[in-house]
Each structure stands twice: as structure tokens, then as C-alpha cells.
């Protein structure tokens, strides 16, 4: 199965508190009584086992354990060109994204403090709704190919993957 899409390119973005997120706000609102907007979901996810179920669920992604730094953050499709120059620096698969509507969060960890999917510092890539397997891949791009890039790689899949992420990685790879 084949779901084709625009790849999204957010340029110097900065690692809130050390990661990003990406999510379905839908799918976050499903999980927390239809309505996560203005909830503490850092404290929340990171206090309990409630982060590694939304995770386990396919409703978010987080890449923790970064360098603060600004960095290239990407959502392609398998199908479409890397923006990492060379072989990447970090690989994690085994992820899952459950896409309910067409349009994705992805933003700084900080941003999950009190979360609002329609924050001004939100991006917002646009993905066909659908089950995807997810690999997390970490590298240098740019122009110089120095420039720290996150690209989260989708694969559509007719039905629900089998999450096997590990939960415990840190994407420190500057």
C-alpha cells in the first residue's frame, strides 16, 4: 500500500525541553475525554504510563534526548528523498502513527506543557489519513550537510502495524 504525500520541511526549529513531538491531535483528543487542548500532557506522559500508551497507540511520536539546538525537522513518505546527506547518524523504527484527519502536529517537547494543537509554534504537516509504520532517522543535511535533521519516515500500511519501538532511546546524535 502506497499513500503518496508532500514532504514537510520545518527549518530551524528548537528542541524544547530537549525533544519534538509529532501527533495526531485528533487521536490525542480521543485518548484524553475529546478534549486534550490546554492539558499538561509533558507531566502527564512523564509521570505516568499514560505517555507510553498514547505512544503505544499510535497517537504521538517523541524524539527525546536531544542537544539543544535549531534543527530540520521532515515528514516524508518512504517513497520520497531523504534530506540527510550520507548515511544517518541514528535509526529507530518500530514506531506507529495512527493519521485520523489530514493534519499533524509537530513541535518542541515544551509545547506538550499546556497543548494546543492550534499554538502559533505548532507546525502542521499534511498527511492522508491511515495507519503508518514510522522510522525516526537522525543526520546532517543542508547545504553544508552540518545542519542537524529529525526526518520521521512513513510507510502506509493497510492495517494497524505492530508497535516495537523502543520507548527508552534518546536521539542524542550531534
Known sequence: MTE?????VAREVFAELGGFVLADPGELDRLHGDSAK???????????DAGDA???????????GVEADY????????EAETCITGSPRLVSSGWVLHVG????????AGYLKRWDPDGP????????????????????GGVDGEDPVI????????????????????FDFT
Request: net charge negative; proline share 5%.
Open 4 to 8: 503518496s504525500f508532500e514532504t514537510f
Open 101 to 108: 484527519s489530514d493534519r499533524l502536529c509537530l513541535s518542541g
Open 121 to 140: 509554534r505548532i507546525r502542521h504537516p499534511v498527511v492522508p489519513a491511515g495507519w503508518y509504520e514510522v522510522e525516526v532517522r537522525c543526520g546532517f
Open 54 to 64: 498514547v505512544v503505544a497507540a499510535g497517537a504521538a511520536i517523541p524524539v527525546m
Open 151 to 170: 526526518e520521521f519516515v512513513l510507510r502506509a500500511s493497510a492495517d494497524r502495524p505492530r508497535f516495537s519501538a523502543d520507548l527508552s532511546m534518546t
Open 38 to 48: 490546554d492539558l499538561d500532557l509533558l507531566a502527564l506522559y512523564s509521570s505516568s
Open 71 to 78: 534543527y530540520s525537522l521532515v515528514v516524508r513518505s518512504a
